[in-house]
């Protein structure tokens, strides 16, 4: 059996028509095939390659650590170099009273980790969030999903949960006395980059104070400079009490964190007694490599390449006759098309000439892009005309099919 076949026999599955395509290397902003083919990364690996592939720094950070020491001990225990610096340079970068991180491994463990701190925290037990978001698909992140489709074929989940419309005054109503937490995204991910209205989030935020309810923000998709910020919610204002991170937080290697403020950390660390506990949170090669890519992302202000990168999407691609809208801010963009099958079509097209796309779980309508903040001006208009030639062919296509 080739690898694809070895793939597609010994790895279960997430779906019964997988891409399967096989890469060997990986630099910049490219991936390669066993032939050397390049292929331009439009997506990041889904928003975690921020800065491209095998940025040297941080594969030399990732080098460096992996010779001194890799796993000691469980979280929480051993003082280690990688996680206490790292944090430091994060917690710098969020706002007061935010003073303390517990790491993780993914994004769906930071989201549990945020439910179970509101839920200790406040002595309360309801959990708001929003229809079309996307948390994870452990069981508490996807109770608090806010897709019926994804969550129908494992009921019963979680109890307390409800689901709210996004950016809808609704949620100002339902924040009650039984509320923990509002679990919320900035910027909807899987709905196709939705971004939340500025002035709902200052809303919400007042109305989580006034009930002694914790607001949640789940930057794990949008961090890390794709706004336009270092975080997109700073751009609104607020101060969430609790921040969840993943995805580019470990610059290519797997890292989880929700970060809060001390007082609301130390709930965790007591009846029970280790009551929320990780054996690989903040692995130290992670931390490593995370802090590498941290230090980059500020040094060389790449947060500032996102709206560059928009624009060039925006003006190449807003006018073609197949594109119905183009959502979302910086460098997480939704390209509407008419329909799933036009966006399957365009994929594929974009695969053979060497571009990876990809489409949203719940905005299946929806081109996604979500290239590298380091992705260049002439790089950057390559692929708005290699996804132009693509929409010209699929139309063409569908013209020849309605005249048969």
Known sequence: MDLRQ???????????????????????????????????????????????????????????????????????????LPQVAYAEALLAALPDPIDQIYWGNSGAEAVDGALKLAKRATGRTEILSFHGSYHGSTTGPLSAMGNECMKSAYRPLVPGHRILPFNG??????????????????????????????????????????????????????????????????????????????????????????AAGRALMSTLAEFPMLGHLTTFGGHPVSCAAGLAAWNILERERFALRAPVLEAHFRRGLSAHSAVQEIRGRGALLAVVLDSFERVLNVQQHLIAAGYLTDWFLFENRALRLAPPLTLTDDQAEQAVQAIRLALDQTTSNQQLATRS
């Open 6 to 80: 070895r793939f597609l026999h010994h790895l279960a599955p997430t779906t019964f028509s997988p891409l399967a395509l096989e890469f060997v290397r990986a630099e910049g902003v490219y991936l390669f095939d066993p032939q050397g083919k390049p292929h331009m990364d439009l997506i990041s690996g889904i928003g975690v390659a921020n800065l491209g592939h095998s940025h040297p720094e941080i594969v030399a950070a990732v080098q460096q650590q992996a010779a001194q020491h890799m796993h000691l001990m469980v979280y929480g225990e051993y003082a280690q």
């Open 169 to 258: 005054t609704e949620v100002l109503d339902a924040i009650g006395p039984h509320t923990a937490a509002v679990l919320v995204e900035a910027i909807q991910s899987e709905s196709g980059y939705i971004p939340a209205d500025w002035e709902w989030l200052r809303q919400l935020e007042a109305r989580c104070r006034a009930a002694g309810a914790l607001l949640i923000v789940d930057e794990i998709q949008t961090g890390f400079g794709r706004s336009g910020e270092a975080f997109a919610f700073t751009a609104s204002g607020i101060t969430p009490d609790v921040v969840c991170l993943a995805k580019a937080l470990g610059g290519g290697m797997p890292l989880g964190a929700f």
